[in-house]
């Protein structure tokens, strides 16, 4: 019982120890950096680095604040990108508090992969994306029109296809075969509230691809965004 005990109290004050670790760590880097936020500071399990992260993006320190280092760490024997893995977690989202009704839906065969991926009407690598997505069967997409790449003619043209009579048919028949919507009209588009969403998530260019996990995808790589809404098929 009392081995007991002081193994408990050994436990408490190294977890204690290494909070005050990370709290002067923190400190630290915000005096470094003339008082910027920093929002969150973990020990690593490497190299006895201090994973910094401001608010989307990750840095890493000594213990005594020496150095600050920007960059990916990389797992040399798994090539795996721990930084970009550490990022995708820490921007996890809540997909059921995406506002659906305010995106373009598309479903295919039973529609059991579902992803929600923001998209501008003349994003090159949003129509990548697209022409890889419907090659697939069962699937359930919800685009949100993301107007942001060309300052006039991104909003006028997610207006247009938002208001056409079939929205998801307007939508691809522009980004996979170039085909001109209908004039909007005296019709709006919720474009504000499409920008605010997308700077609420932090989605800082297009495409970007949650699925029902949360987890984001940056960029028009198929291969990874299909990986992981087949994982999250339930």
Not at 46 to 66: P, Q, S
């Amino acid at each position: 019982m009392l081995l007991r005990r002081l193994l408990l109290a050994a436990l408490l004050l190294l977890s204690s120890l290494a909070f005050a670790d990370e709290a002067a760590v923190k400190r630290a880097v915000e005096a470094r950096l003339g008082g910027i936020r920093v929002d969150s500071v973990a020990r690593t399990p490497y190299l006895g680095l201090y994973e910094v992260v401001i608010g989307e993006d990750i840095i890493y320190t000594d213990e005594r604040v020496t150095y600050l280092i920007n960059g990916a760490i990389i797992e040399a024997s798994t090539r795996r990108n721990l930084t970009e893995e550490r990022q995708q977690k820490l921007q996890t989202i809540k997909f059921s508090d995406l506002p659906l009704e305010l995106a373009i839906k598309r479903v295919r065969g039973n529609g059991k992969r579902v992803v929600a991926v923001f998209s501008d009407p003349f994003c090159p690598y949003c129509r990548r994306l697209d022409q890889s997505l419907a090659q697939m069967d069962g699937v359930t997409i919800y685009t949100f029109l993301y107007p942001i790449l060309r300052q006039n003619e991104s909003p006028q043209m997610a207006t247009r296809i938002w208001c056409a009579p079939d929205r998801a048919k307007a939508y691809y028949d522009f980004m996979l075969e170039n085909k001109q919507p209908p004039a909007a009209g005296n019709c709006s588009a919720p474009v504000e509230r499409w920008i605010a969403l997308g700077q609420k998530l932090g989605v800082r260019a297009t495409p970007v691809s949650f699925v029902t996990s949360g987890q984001r995808i940056v960029g028009a790589r198929f291969p990874e965004l299909q990986k992981l809404m087949d994982e999250n098929v339930k």
